[in-house]
């Protein structure tokens, strides 16, 4: 009988069923509760042995164990709760997790020797870095759990609990004021903001403690939060780029960078090699950047995302119907298995062209999610009317994927289909282009394009208000002026001379024309 019922299938829920990771891309630490587990318990193992004290017995080390891994454990179920998109990659989290050691070691020498003080662990550069490449929210979060364990290490040695104020209140100030930094000036303002921050509280908590003002020890304490705060702007800057790169992400001062084509070899060539691509990805970057400034998205990163999406089409720019009025034609005289593929490879072959010139993955995932799992209609009608829907599966006819994973890829996938879908408008009012936006993400939703990426059904109706308002700013009519008969303009002289100003946005110069002299004026008569 139990033989038999271990030869009886599972059954199991479609949804419970977890697709396997693909190659290259990053398993999600937030669906993968073993690998969790496992990453919470080897950490609080390593915060215990460097909590233990020397000699301390069992029950001092079953009490670290209880506490740290208590603290560990509900801090990883907020986060994968509450910040599920900062911790997503699995070695994002082992990035966190070395550097939580990094600073207990440094919390365990401070009890052993006394030096360094507690005051120098960089904590509000942690919290600056934090909240420029993940989220202010789980910058502080972050810092939270990390003071508490620092505490626990540092447990017993004296000022540990002004040290944890002072800390405390500068990571604040520095995650409030470091939100969508765009200039590097600006982080050494922030080091400021931090310094002062510190002395304040410092200087508050003298006050509770009614210490001299004149105490030697106390001003070294002042000026070591002073001097530290203000570093903290210079430490951020140095240690940018290895956070970056550790973490995954991009900070505005990166995205800056990417975003001038001139400093772009790849987006140079695009322009010349595939201009109207290149015209195309600059007004998807238009209208991503607007959807997702009203959603509270990384607008920033839509729009150097939607620079680089379409860089895979300089392969073969002639077969787009974009930089080419003969696509269409060339296209003709291929079979529609063979147009597929080249259309279907420009995403992988803007994959290749973005590792050759080093393109940061954060903006690779725009051009290989750009598309999601879509199929092209176009030409698997075509191949249906020549065979037959049974033997061309619309499977066969869809781009390699992944589908969007995040809100960004998902806005600039929409932008691209409402861009290039809007130019078809014979008389783009605001009526056709509100009902065409509406299509087009009704179409992505149908398609199951839109399901892995967090957007909410309100986030939606305000990307697609956002794309018809820039879409009415683009597709808007100019008057035409008067023409005689033959063609040519009618209006008045002022009026032609001031139209290539007009379409240039120059201000007209102005004729000096030499005054008409006037006729001599004439008394009236002497009425009497």
């Known amino acids: 009988m139990f033989g038999w019922l271990r030869r009886q299938p599972r059954r199991v829920a479609p949804e419970l069923v977890r697709p396997l990771p693909r190659a290259g891309h990053e398993r999600d630490f937030a669906n993968q509760p073993a690998e969790r587990a496992l990453m919470t318990a080897a950490t ?83 919290a600056v870095l934090l909240s420029l490449l993940l989220a202010p929210r789980f910058a502080v979060a972050f810092v939270g759990l990390l003071l508490t364990l620092v505490a626990m290490v540092a447990w017993g040695t004296p000022e540990l609990l002004s040290a944890l104020l002072v800390l405390s209140a500068g990571s604040l100030a520095g995650a409030l004021y470091s939100f969508r930094v765009r200039r590097a000036s600006r982080l050494i303002g922030i080091g400021a903001i931090v310094g002062v921050t510190q002395i304040l509280v410092l200087a508050a908590i003298t006050l509770v ?99 680089f999406h379409d860089i895979g089409k300089m392969n073969k720019p002639e077969y787009f119907s974009e930089n080419s009025a003969e696509a269409r034609a060339r296209h003709g005289v291929l079979s529609p298995d063979m147009s597929k593929l080249i259309i279907t490879a420009h995403p992988k072959d803007g994959i290749e062209l973005a590792q050759l010139h080093k393109i940061p993955r954060p903006i690779q995932s725009f051009i290989e999610e750009h598309h999601g799992t879509t199929a092209v209609e176009y030409f698997w009608r075509i191949a249906v009317k020549q065979r037959s829907e049974e033997e061309v599966p619309k499977d066969s006819y869809r781009y390699a994927g992944p589908r969007p994973q995040s809100k960004e890829t998902a806005i600039v996938m ?98 000096m024309t030499s005054p008409t002299p006037r006729p001599p004026a004439t008394l009236p008569p002497n009425p009497s």
């Open 44 to 126: 609080a193992f390593a915060a215990v042995l460097l909590a233990a004290a020397p000699g301390g017995g069992v029950a001092r080390l079953f009490g670290l164990a209880v506490v740290i891994g208590g603290v560990l454990f509900l801090a990883g179920r907020f986060f994968v709760k509450f910040e599920a998109e900062a911790v997503g990659p699995l070695r994002r989290v082992a990035s966190l997790s070395a550097l939580i050691l990094l600073f207990l070691v440094g919390a365990r020498a401070h009890r052993e020797t006394g030096q360094p003080s507690l005051l120098l662990l960089p904590v509000p550069t942690v």
């Open 209 to 307: 403690r009614d210490e001299l003002p004149a105490n030697a020890e106390l001003l070294r304490r002042l000026l070591i939060a002073l001097a530290h705060g203000l570093a903290s702007g210079f430490l951020v800057l140095a240690l940018l780029p290895a956070f970056e790169k550790a973490l995954d992400r991009l900070s505005d001062l990166t995205l800056l960078e990417f975003s001038n084509q001139n400093d772009q070899p790849v987006l140079r060539r695009l322009q010349v090699e595939a201009p109207g691509t290149h015209h195309h990805s600059f007004l998807v970057g238009t209208l991503s950047e607007a959807a997702a400034e009203s959603i509270g998205a990384n607008g920033l990163l839509c729009r150097v995302g939607s620079y």
């Open 414 to 511: 929409v932008a691209d289909s409402v861009e290039a879908a809007s130019r078809t408008l014979q008389e783009p009012t605001p009526a056709r282009l509100e009902q065409l936006v509406d299509d087009i993400v009704r179409m992505k939703m149908d398609d199951r394009q839109l399901d892995e990426c967090q957007l909410t059904m309100r986030e939606l109706t305000r990307i697609k208000e956002a794309f018809v308002q820039v879409l009415g700013g683009i597709h808007h009519r100019r008057p035409a002026y008067p023409r005689d008969p033959t063609g040519r303009l009618s209006v008045p002289l002022a009026e032609v001379e001031l139209v290539p100003e007009i379409e240039s946005g120059r201000a007209p110069e102005r004729v």
